[in-house]
């Protein structure tokens, strides 16, 4: 129990430590009364203000936010997944979350479920989207009886959401097909994610594994999906391992370059790198809908493996994606005299060194760094032109000078 409540507690004073934490009352026409929510910024999120940042809903947030929050600002700080804006919905005043989770024997939210669907989609998302950078990525995320609701919103013909966090779904009437169903007809890029454990009760569990195989038979490409089983947890201690799995699943193909990638994807191509490093992140252009801006370790790894393979004519074009995403800075000018330094064009390599030292140090790059190389260029210039002089003068001696065999007069007295 002291473990359980130090996690706790580190958890809350991690949360508040680096993150604005702000609880606001809506009066909602919808439901026709007030609802207390959370939200919580990234952080420095006043000081990064030409940043968007992905939306994450999260239902049952009076015991739910501060677990999930702590994890996504611990992977947010080693850049393996986004930082979000998280909008906390309370429900645990007034057994709210049963009337919100409501669904009629059909299986589509009662009076009091739409009434909060409306809720949720109309009055309260809009609401946070006009008040903060939100970026066009919106996850929502719930726990038995609200991971079964959440699931409404792929019931529009458009989904609501771009990614579904499902932990424990206690699923209303035929939902584990028309989940399924509503997945399929659906064709933009959907994230979905179910999890379930070994505490949860049998008939959830048997709903899962029906919902599971139905996915598996009528998956799409556009369709991401993960189920992961937890046989050690309850229905409660297990949520914390399922969130951080979530978000990895999620936001697979985000986070940078680590060490496994370098050295089983990159370090083995012959040519082609710069291309990796381009399709990579336009492909989380197109997952998330938007991408974080190319790394200086991502820059650094592709050139490293550049130079490991000498794949040199890839340097060129590593610059041109250096300057367009670091402008001024001397990254893209560093990479354009490496390529003329191996091409051994000693002076190209040496203007290259020197326009780099007139713009900004970035990365580990240092003006000291630029005009040295520069004048060690020029200095290897003036010994190729020495050298160059040598043995021209040396030329000149030679033709000037007869061998015997050509001189007249020896030429002359052999004939006499």
Known sequence: MKIKFLIVLLTLLGVNAYAQRITETLKSKKLNASREIQIILPKNYEERKDEKFPLLVVLDADNLIAPIAADIRYGANFDENPDFIILGINQAKNNDRVYDSEFEDIGIPSVNGAAFFEFLGMEVVPYIESKYRVQPFRAILGHGITAAFLNAYLYKETSYFNAYISMSPAFAFDMENQVANRLAAHKSNIFYYLSSTEGDLKTDKDKVKILDTNIKTKKKDNVNYMLDYYPNGNHYSYVTQAMPAA?????????????????????????????YL????????????????????????IEAAIIKNGNYEDLPGLARLADKAYPNTMLGAYHLALYEEKMEDWGRAEKAYMKAFGLEPVRNLTKNMMIERAEYYKGKLREHAKNRKNRKNNTEVIEETPTESETPSETSETQE
Do not use: C, W
């Open 278 to 301: 381009m399709q990579r992140y336009e492909t989380a252009e197109k997952n998330f809908g938007f991408a974080p801006k190319i790394r200086l370790s991502d820059f650094e790894a």
């Open 247 to 275: 978000i990895n699943f999620i936001f697979k193909g985000y986070s940078k370059i680590n060490k496994d990638e370098f050295d089983n994807k990159i370090i083995v191509l012959e040519k082609g790198h710069t291309d």
